[in-house]
């Protein structure tokens, strides 16, 4: 099981941006399909975006389509995802995850600490 790290959220005014980060010192990260999920207070943790092993490949959800990227650098065992033009139903604990396709989008793992993200409105 690869130890990932999630880091960049905060407390930031709708429509401004963040990027969180998710870092692994683990060589195996390369080879790993990634994705970000969030979980809301009192909601189901939902599929957020992910991304190919190689990057090539991307995939967001529909209720951040055309607001958040997913990027990965694998020289740096590090993924991404810029935030732009965030609103207050952007709020939630935000997680990385290796996962078993970019379709599927299984995650694989134990969930890590998270990065907690609060728009204001």
């Known amino acids: 099981q690869v130890q990932l790290v999630e880091s960049g959220g905060g407390l930031v005014q709708a429509g401004t941006s963040l990027r969180l980060s998710c870092s692994s010192s683990e060589y195996t990260f390369i080879n790993l399909h990634m994705g970000w999920f969030r979980q809301a207070p009192g909601l189901e943790r939902e599929f957020v975006a992910a991304?190919?092993?190689?990057?090539?490949?991307?995939y967001t959800a529909d209720s951040v389509k055309g607001r958040f990227t997913i990027s990965r650098d694998n020289t740096k065992k590090t993924m991404y995802l810029q935030m732009n033009n965030l609103k207050p139903e952007d709020t939630a604990v935000y997680y990385c995850a290796a996962i078993s396709d970019p379709l599927e989008r299984r995650p694989l793992g134990s969930w890590g600490q998270g990065t907690q993200v609060t728009i204001s409105s």
């Open positions: 991304i190919s092993r190689t990057g090539v490949g991307t």
